[in-house]
Nanobody, 113 residues
Framework: VQLQASGGGLVQAGNSLRLSCAAS????????MKWYRQAPGEQRESVAM???????DYADAVKGRFTISRDNVRRTMYLQMNSLKPEDTAVYYC????????WGQGTLVTVSS
């Protein structure tokens, strides 16, 4: 299983970014996919998840601003991040769990005030 995250960058507060996570080596459509983030000096935290049936869950901190989605044909998960805040600055990781957790390499999002 390989997960490849991309789409991070430097943006000003209030702007948007879209992250992508391309998956290979698994039957993508069957698995829950998740986004986590880790800010400097902080623990990694769950941001959003999307289940095989496309139902979604969000951390309170991002509800109403972030949207998670998936394209089972492209085997790719997305995170649309709107109204970004400086406190969203973190390395964002994609994750899925089969017999164990698999992680992408992370993509850095920096939001300037």
């Amino acid at each position: 299983v390989q997960l490849q995250a991309s789409g991070g960058g430097l943006v000003q507060a209030g702007n948007s970014l879209r992250l992508s996570c391309a998956a290979s080596g698994l039957n993508f459509r069957l698995y829950t996919m998740k986004w986590y983030r880790q800010a400097p000096g902080e623990q990694r935290e769950s941001v959003a998840m999307i289940h095989a049936n496309h139902s979604t869950d969000y951390a309170d901190a991002v509800k109403g601003r972030f949207t998670i989605s998936r394209d089972n044909v492209r085997r790719t998960m997305y995170l649309q991040m709107n109204s970004l805040k400086p406190e969203d600055t973190a390395v964002y990781y994609c994750n899925t769990k089969l017999s164990r957790d698999y992680w992408g390499q992370g993509t850095l999002v920096t939001v300037s005030s």
